[in-house]
């Protein structure tokens, strides 16, 4: 199956990478054409915009910054819009407010082509390894039909229903994570600065109820001030934003959440944002050396 590949950040280009390996032709496009390089170096071919890839490929995948990226690869000249048609799906895989994802699908549905929201859980080595958590939603015919890609991309794909469901559930998710990431920063810098050995806790942690492979994956390169980015913190921002913001439809009070955007502000002011989204750690230490 042809293949298009929009977007060759840390995730597009593990993911096109991978629909490589496994025997897909894959023609890709990124902003910044020069990160193709390396694609086509194992077989890729390169679009020069995403309506050029769109024309070639039957299906074309999209995984971006944020809203305003994923939208401007649609509507924007030389976009996905001037070439989709009845033929064609597009599927949008990029972590974006439920709202993007409808307008998106709007534009795409309403010239008659096929759509499909599908963000995904887990990061950039997760990515590598195809081992990602697919989070679908929209039709369902394109589904079914794109459930070999998936199948190379991930471990386990979803079908969660109508446009929004998917995006609905991973800024979910990654509110989760923002806040687990906020209170697991402060556990480290407490147990340090109260005298005891963090590499101890991290032991504790593993041994007990809360044991998880982000704690596990992430507290050994903390204590080292390693955030080699796998997630940017700028994503990890953005993503609990908008969540905040679907809190704030639906009348659910997030305090929680609100701290953690508020610390990964900080950590983004602080010009962390590039950085894995673990050095909101950095905060918790800046907050205790002025007082
Ligand atoms: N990294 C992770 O662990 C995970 C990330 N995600 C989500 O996946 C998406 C991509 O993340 P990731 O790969 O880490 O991000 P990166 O920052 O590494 O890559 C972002 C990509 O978006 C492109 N881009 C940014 N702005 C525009 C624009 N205005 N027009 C066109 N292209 C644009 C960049 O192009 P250029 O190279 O030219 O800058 C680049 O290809 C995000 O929505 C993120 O939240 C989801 C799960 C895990
Ligand atoms: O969105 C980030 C992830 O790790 O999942």
Redesign the pocket.
């Known amino acids: 199956m042809d293949v298009g590949f929009l977007?060759?950040?840390?995730?597009?280009k593990a993911m096109s990478m991978n629909l490589l390996k496994n025997g897909f032709k894959v023609t890709v496009w990124?902003?910044?054409l020069s990160?193709c390089n390396e694609l086509v170096a194992h077989g890729a071919s390169v679009g020069q915009t995403p309506a050029e890839v769109v024309k070639k490929c039957k299906i074309t995948i999209a995984?971006?910054?944020?809203p305003?990226?994923a939208l401007?690869?649609v509507f924007d000249k030389d976009g996905v819009l001037e070439e989709i048609c009845s033929s064609k799906g597009y599927i949008d895989m990029?972590?974006?407010d439920p709202e993007t994802s409808c307008k998106i699908s709007e534009a795409i549905t309403s010239k008659g082509g096929h759509f499909l929201e599908a963000?995904?859980?887990?990061?950039?080595q997760p990515a590598e390894t195809g081992q990602l958590v697919i989070l679908a939603a929209g039709e369902k015919a394109l589904y079914e039909e794109a459930v070999p890609v998936f199948d190379v991309l991930g471990k386990k794909s979803f079908f969660l229903g109508q446009i929004g469901n998917g995006a609905k559930m991973k800024l979910v998710v990654n509110m989760i994570m923002g806040s687990m990431m906020n209170a697991f920063s402060e556990g480290l810098v407490l147990a340090e600065r109260s005298g005891l050995n963090p590499h101890n806790l991290l032991d504790v942690l593993d041994l007990g109820g809360i044991a998880n492979p982000m704690f596990r994956g992430k507290g050994p390169a903390m204590l080292q001030d390693n955030y080699s980015p796998?997630?940017?913190l700028k994503?990890q921002q953005?993503?609990v934003r908008l969540a905040l913001a679907l809190g704030d439809e639906n009348a659910v009070s997030m305090p929680v959440a609100a701290a953690a955007n508020e610390a990964f502000k900080k950590a983004r002011n602080m010009g962390l944002g590039d950085l894995d989204f673990s050095a909101v750690v950095e905060t918790v230490k800046v907050l205790k050396h002025s007082s």
């Open positions: 977007g060759l950040g840390i995730m597009g990124n902003r910044t990160k995984i971006l910054s944020d305003a990226a401007s690869v990029s972590t974006v963000p995904v859980s887990g990061s950039k796998a997630f940017p994503h953005k993503d």
